[in-house]
C-alpha cells in the first residue's frame, strides 16, 4: 500500500504563494542553522508528486531541489515540456490521484512525498493523505494560493507533534484521522 505525506510552509493566514506563485516571503525565512526536519521527513519517502505550478516554480531555483524521482500531475505539461538536464528524473501524469497511487504500487513503491496546495487539496479530498507537517511562518500575506481549498465535509486531523523555532516558525504534525473520499467531485 502506498502512503502520502505532505511537508510544507504556509504564511500564517494560510498562503502556500502569493497569487503569482511568488514565495520571497518563505525563503527571506530560510535560516539555514535551523533544522525544520526536512532531511528527516524526506528520508524515507520513494518518490514525490507536485502539481505543475510546484514544478515550474522548482525549475527557477539555481539547481534541482530534488534527489527523489518527481511526478507532476498535469493536464498541460508532458514529456515534451521537461529541460533535458531533468530527463529521467521527472515524469509526467493526468491521472486522478487514485489511479497514480495504483501506478506507483506496482512500481513497489511505499511512502511519497505530496507538493503544492492543488495536489495536496485533490488527495485530501480522496482521503489519500496519512499525514501533515505545516511549518507557519509568521508573515500575513493577505491574499495567495491557499494551501487548503473548499471540501464538502470535515477532515479531522489529529495532532502527533508542535515545535517553535528561534526564528518564529511553528511546525505541527498531524495525522489524517478522518477523510471519507468527496463524491462531489
Partial sequence: MVTTH????????GYIAR???DIDWLLQRD????DHGYAAFIADKEWIVMGRGTFEKALTFDAWPYDRPVLVLSRQLNAGSLPEKLNGKVQFS????????ADLAEQNVHRVYLDGGQVIQSFLREGLVADIVITTVPV???AGKPLFGSLTQDIDLTLLSSRSFPSGLVQSHYRV??????VAH
Fill in 6 to 13: 505532505v511537508f510544507i510552509a504556509v504564511s500564517l493566514d
Fill in 177 to 182: 484521522t478522518s477523510s471519507a473520499p468527496d
Fill in 19 to 21: 497569487q503569482d506563485g
Fill in 140 to 142: 500575513l500575506l493577505g
Fill in 31 to 34: 535560516d539555514p542553522t535551523e
Fill in 94 to 101: 493526468c491521472r486522478a490521484p487514485g489511479e497514480v497511487l
